[in-house]
């Protein structure tokens, strides 16, 4: 998946909290979503327009985890806002 | 502003006023509310929102940090220390604002939900922050909560771990009497379920209780929570022992001259007073002469324990 063609929906609010982790709101559907410390990096890192494999590498350099497994970790959470319609292409 | 939390056909959400240019005069936020309201009723378009948009307007705020909380076990004080702090320059004192009370409410009416939790926490930063942001930088924020705050204080440390704390307390025996004098709307509790949180029993355990039990033991728990949760970032301290110059210096504060006259006058005028012409008097001997054999034995018997270990580290 590359994620270079996937950004945050304009739909979405997102605000950190406790340290790094996150509440979503989409504004289409008034759903709330809670994003622990992880699944918050991948998204303040798809506002940045980073790719999986950069947001991987940004993930192996901040915690113990091999770069397959921080690849598989990323792309797990891009399917799920992909599943709850919380990105859009660019 | 955000003035009231509430729901409008089963959607949670805020009530908001145009209070743009309003000062926060009154001892309890609610009382400004009111006084718009009366004065400048177009000011109130009825206007409500679900919270997403306090999250949305959150989002273009910055953040404000309060200066200080004031937590309490209710007829202590927090009113006189309220005002206190609204005497001081570029001040505000969120005073027991609705909006504020009742997403506290929240954490323990839909208790138990990680999920809603940590929304509930999100949006009481952001509810602060919007009632806090009144077109100026340099503002002094701070927040009184009700006697039932402090029951979430562990929450709202999370969410402002650095800001200090004071918790002020009084006697249980006339503590109870001031409250049986004037029953405040937190120890009637509609539903029972904030009280039955706080007092480890259950809405029908409550309703079967007298006034002055509810009292008595809210207030022992409040004790305990205090005891409990005090640490370097707090200051607990008795109505008897009430200094606002001690506690704005633990604020941080250091008041002008100018401030302290002000202070010094204010604080010769009972706190809860709109008008601000109803003079203070002292009256701990009177509430302790008046209290029934019934009140002392549910102090004694819920409350005295944790105000003693207030008062001397200790429980007797």
């Known amino acids: 998946m590359n994620t270079t063609a996937l950004t945050p929906g304009k739909h979405v609010v997102v605000t950190d909290f406790d340290g790094g982790e996150g509440i979503l709101v989409d504004l289409n559907t008034k759903k709330y979503y809670q994003l622990n410390e992880t699944a918050m990096a991948v998204w303040k890192a798809l506002e940045q327009g980073k790719s999986v494999g950069e947001i991987a590498n940004d993930m192996t350099a901040n915690y113990e985890v091999a770069l397959d497994n921080a690849t598989r970790s990323v792309e797990r959470i891009l399917d799920n806002f992909q599943t709850y319609k919380l990105l859009t292409a660019r | 502003m955000p003035v009231d939390a509430v729901v409008v056909d089963g959607r949670p959400g805020l009530t908001w006023m145009n209070m743009s240019g309003i000062e926060l005069k009154e001892p309890f936020f609610q009382q ?185 033991r809210s207030i022992g728990n409040f004790f305990a929570t205090a005891h409990s949760l005090a640490n370097d970032n707090s200051l607990l301290l008795n109505y008897n022992q009430l200094s606002l110059t001690s506690i704005l210096d633990f604020f941080n504060v250091s008041p002008s001259a100018e401030e302290l006259d002000r202070i010094a006058s204010g604080s010769r005028i009972y706190s809860k007073e709109v008008a601000g012409v109803r003079e203070f008097v002292p009256d701990a001997e009177v509430k302790q002469k008046s209290a029934s054999d019934r009140v002392r034995q549910l102090a004694q018997q819920f409350a005295m324990g944790p105000y003693n270990l207030l008062e001397h580290g200790e429980g007797l």
């Open chain 2, 32 to 216: 400004t509310v009111d006084r718009v309201r009366e004065q400048e009723p177009w000011r109130d378009a009825g206007l409500f929102t679900e919270f997403d948009a306090l999250l949305q307007l959150d989002q273009l705020l910055a953040r404000v940090e309060p200066a200080g909380f004031i937590f309490h076990s209710s007829r202590c004080g927090s009113t006189l220390v309220a005002n206190g702090c609204r005497a001081l320059d570029n001040a505000i004192v969120l005073s027991e604002a609705n909006a504020i009370e009742k997403l506290l409410a929240r954490f323990i009416t839909d208790g138990g939900d990680p999920v809603k939790e940590s929304l509930y926490s999100v949006l009481l930063r952001a509810v602060v922050n919007a009632l806090a942001h009144r077109g100026r930088d340099d503002v002094r924020v701070f927040v009184k909560f009700s006697p039932c705050g402090i029951s979430q204080l562990e929450r709202i440390r999370r969410i402002w771990p650095d800001v200090p704390w004071v918790f002020l307390y009084r006697d249980p025996v006339e503590t109870i009497v001031s409250n049986m004098t004037t029953v405040p709307a937190w120890l009637l509790d509609e539903d029972h379920r904030i009280l039955a949180h706080i007092t480890g029993t259950t809405p029908a355990d409550v309703a079967e209780m007298s006034l002055e039990e509810r009292c008595a």
